[in-house]
Protein backbone atom coordinates (compact mmCIF):
# COMPACT_ATOMS: atom_id res chain seq x y z
CA UNK A 1 0.00 0.00 0.00
CA UNK A 2 1.21 3.30 -0.72
CA UNK A 3 0.38 6.67 0.49
CA UNK A 4 0.87 10.60 -0.67
CA UNK A 5 0.26 12.63 2.18
CA UNK A 6 0.35 16.67 1.25
CA UNK A 7 0.85 19.50 3.06
CA UNK A 8 1.08 23.39 2.97
CA UNK A 9 -1.41 24.73 1.27
CA UNK A 10 -3.60 27.62 3.09
CA UNK A 11 -4.24 31.43 1.73
CA UNK A 12 -2.04 34.16 0.66
CA UNK A 13 -2.09 37.47 -0.45
CA UNK A 14 -1.22 38.15 -4.05
CA UNK A 15 2.18 37.99 -4.68
CA UNK A 16 2.89 36.07 -1.48
CA UNK A 17 4.39 32.68 -1.63
CA UNK A 18 3.84 28.93 0.04
CA UNK A 19 5.41 25.54 -0.18
CA UNK A 20 3.75 22.32 -0.85
CA UNK A 21 5.35 19.16 0.08
CA UNK A 22 4.49 15.52 -0.59
CA UNK A 23 5.70 12.78 1.71
CA UNK A 24 5.14 9.07 -0.12
CA UNK A 25 4.81 6.02 2.20
CA UNK A 26 4.62 2.36 2.10
CA UNK A 27 5.61 -0.43 -0.27
CA UNK A 28 8.05 1.61 -2.19
CA UNK A 29 10.41 0.28 -4.91
CA UNK A 30 11.24 2.85 -6.84
CA UNK A 31 9.19 6.18 -7.66
CA UNK A 32 9.73 7.20 -11.51
CA UNK A 33 8.58 10.92 -11.71
CA UNK A 34 6.65 13.15 -9.25
CA UNK A 35 4.47 16.11 -9.52
CA UNK A 36 1.90 18.29 -8.76
CA UNK A 37 -1.81 18.83 -10.84
CA UNK A 38 -4.20 21.55 -9.74
CA UNK A 39 -7.89 21.91 -10.35
CA UNK A 40 -9.74 25.26 -9.96
CA UNK A 41 -13.10 26.06 -9.70
CA UNK A 42 -15.02 25.53 -12.74
CA UNK A 43 -11.71 24.19 -14.90
CA UNK A 44 -10.23 20.94 -15.63
CA UNK A 45 -7.54 19.23 -14.08
CA UNK A 46 -4.08 20.48 -15.09
CA UNK A 47 -0.67 19.50 -14.72
CA UNK A 48 1.42 22.16 -12.74
CA UNK A 49 4.82 20.78 -12.81
CA UNK A 50 6.54 17.50 -12.58
CA UNK A 51 10.51 16.19 -12.07
CA UNK A 52 11.99 12.97 -13.22
CA UNK A 53 13.72 10.91 -11.54
CA UNK A 54 16.79 12.27 -12.43
CA UNK A 55 17.08 16.35 -12.68
CA UNK A 56 14.26 16.98 -15.52
CA UNK A 57 11.46 18.92 -14.77
CA UNK A 58 8.38 20.37 -16.49
CA UNK A 59 6.53 23.38 -16.10
CA UNK A 60 3.02 24.69 -17.44
CA UNK A 61 4.36 27.97 -19.19
CA UNK A 62 1.69 30.13 -16.51
CA UNK A 63 3.96 28.99 -13.48
CA UNK A 64 7.20 29.51 -15.18
CA UNK A 65 9.29 31.71 -13.83
CA UNK A 66 7.40 31.66 -10.10
CA UNK A 67 7.13 28.03 -9.34
CA UNK A 68 9.91 25.55 -8.53
CA UNK A 69 9.53 21.83 -7.97
CA UNK A 70 12.32 19.82 -6.63
CA UNK A 71 12.82 16.46 -5.24
CA UNK A 72 14.27 14.89 -1.82
CA UNK A 73 14.74 11.21 -2.98
CA UNK A 74 15.96 9.72 0.16
CA UNK A 75 12.44 10.69 1.95
CA UNK A 76 10.47 10.09 -0.88
CA UNK A 77 9.05 13.59 -1.17
CA UNK A 78 8.24 16.30 -3.76
CA UNK A 79 8.08 20.31 -3.26
CA UNK A 80 6.61 22.54 -5.01
CA UNK A 81 7.61 26.61 -4.33
CA UNK A 82 5.43 29.13 -5.19
CA UNK A 83 6.54 32.35 -5.50
CA UNK A 84 4.74 35.63 -6.76
CA UNK A 85 0.95 34.04 -6.33
CA UNK A 86 -1.90 35.12 -8.43
CA UNK A 87 -5.38 34.67 -7.88
CA UNK A 88 -5.47 32.66 -10.88
CA UNK A 89 -3.52 29.97 -8.95
CA UNK A 90 -5.94 29.74 -6.56
CA UNK A 91 -6.94 25.51 -6.56
CA UNK A 92 -6.78 22.31 -5.04
CA UNK A 93 -3.10 21.46 -5.81
CA UNK A 94 -2.71 17.46 -6.08
CA UNK A 95 0.28 15.50 -5.55
CA UNK A 96 0.91 12.44 -7.97
CA UNK A 97 3.65 10.07 -8.30
CA UNK A 98 4.31 6.88 -10.43
CA UNK A 99 5.64 4.05 -8.16
CA UNK A 100 6.86 1.13 -8.38
CA UNK A 101 5.87 -1.29 -5.47
CA UNK A 102 8.17 -4.04 -4.05
CA UNK A 103 5.78 -6.39 -5.74
CA UNK A 104 7.13 -4.74 -9.02
CA UNK A 105 3.98 -3.42 -9.77
CA UNK A 106 4.02 0.33 -11.43
CA UNK A 107 0.89 2.51 -10.90
CA UNK A 108 -0.13 6.23 -10.74
CA UNK A 109 -1.11 7.13 -7.17
CA UNK A 110 -2.78 10.67 -6.18
CA UNK A 111 -2.79 12.62 -2.62
CA UNK A 112 -5.96 13.99 -1.44
CA UNK A 113 -5.96 17.48 -2.20
CA UNK A 114 -4.28 20.52 -0.33
CA UNK A 115 -6.24 23.87 -1.02
CA UNK A 116 -4.17 27.14 -2.26
CA UNK A 117 -6.29 30.70 -2.16
CA UNK A 118 -4.70 33.78 -3.19
CA UNK A 119 -6.69 36.14 -2.40
CA UNK A 120 -6.29 40.20 -0.83
Known amino acids: QVQLVESGGGLVQPGGSLRLSCAASGSIFSIKQMGWFRRAPGKERELVARVGSGVSTYYVDSVKGRFTISRDNAKNTVYLQMNSLKPEDTAVYYC??????????????WGLGTQVTVSS
Open 96 to 109: NAVITTYTLRTADY
